[in-house]
């Protein structure tokens, strides 16, 4: 790694990941890493930077019962001393939490975020290192839309309304916490043709502000 080289992981679900919205929901396959929100982001910023992709799809601040595999808390401690040094964690995940069958309203999904902030916040030292902790940069996703989908649908019940209140949660939370904030719902709407993943055009939007965003939070 080149002195001075700032590192940033980026850690989330699907919209992350860089799942291709597609007319029958599933399956898809994933963009390009230079048409990925994380790659636009690593070409915006330049060769000082560099990002570290901690994407999977499905998964979920709270967890869920369908898959061990997307319990954020569970994976976090272990891929944030995995990829030690870090100078910051962009945190983007709740969507999934929104899902009907989890029964999760706002406030729980932010106490569930709450802990992966905790998770960052004090991951000093890694395994057998003394690494400094990252900041956090947590982001709350834009509300979902309508979902085309039937199954979609389905899941998805509700999560408009939920998602609507995450930016006051996670602001709120971010304060508390000492952290950043940024409402990813600023800057785009969840465009994709199923309604709940980004289009390209989002990806790229998001990309650019986020850049905007580090290079307040490094000067």
Same mark, same amino acid.
């Given at each position: ?72 808390? #569970?994976? /976090?401690? $272990?891929?944030?001393? +995995? *990829? &030690? ?11 999934? @939490? ?72 996670? #602001?709120? /939370?971010? $304060?508390?916490?000492? +952290? *950043? &904030? ?11 043709? @199923? ?25």
């Amino acid at each position: 790694m080149p002195a001075g080289t700032t590192r940033i992981m980026c850690f989330g679900d699907s919209l992350t990941w860089g799942w291709v919205p597609v007319a029958g929901a599933a399956p898809s396959y994933r963009y390009t890493p230079e048409q990925r929100w994380t790659g636009v982001l690593a070409n915006e910023l330049g060769g000082d930077f560099e990002i570290v992709e901690e994407g999977l799809s499905a998964r979920a601040a709270g967890g869920d019962p369908t898959d061990p595999r997307l319990d954020a808390a #569970r994976y /976090l401690p $272990a891929a944030l001393a +995995s *990829h &030690f040094p870090l100078d910051l964690v962009i945190l983007m995940l709740g969507t999934n @939490d929104t899902k009907d069958y989890l029964h999760r309203g706002p406030r729980d999904i932010g106490v569930a975020v709450s802990v992966l902030a905790g998770q960052v916040l004090a991951s000093a030292g890694g395994v057998g290192t003394t690494y400094p902790a990252p900041q956090l940069l947590l982001v709350s996703p834009p509300p979902v839309a309508d979902p085309a989908d039937p199954w979609f649908t389905e899941i998805f019940a509700g999560a408009h309304e939920k998602s609507l209140e995450l930016p006051r949660i996670y #602001r709120a /939370l971010a $304060a508390f916490t000492g +952290s *950043h &904030f940024f409402d990813a719902g600023s800057v785009i709407s969840t465009d994709g043709v @199923d309604g709940v993943h980004f289009t390209a055009d989002n990806n790229r939007d998001l990309g650019v502000a986020l850049a905007t965003e580090v290079r307040k939070i490094f000067g």
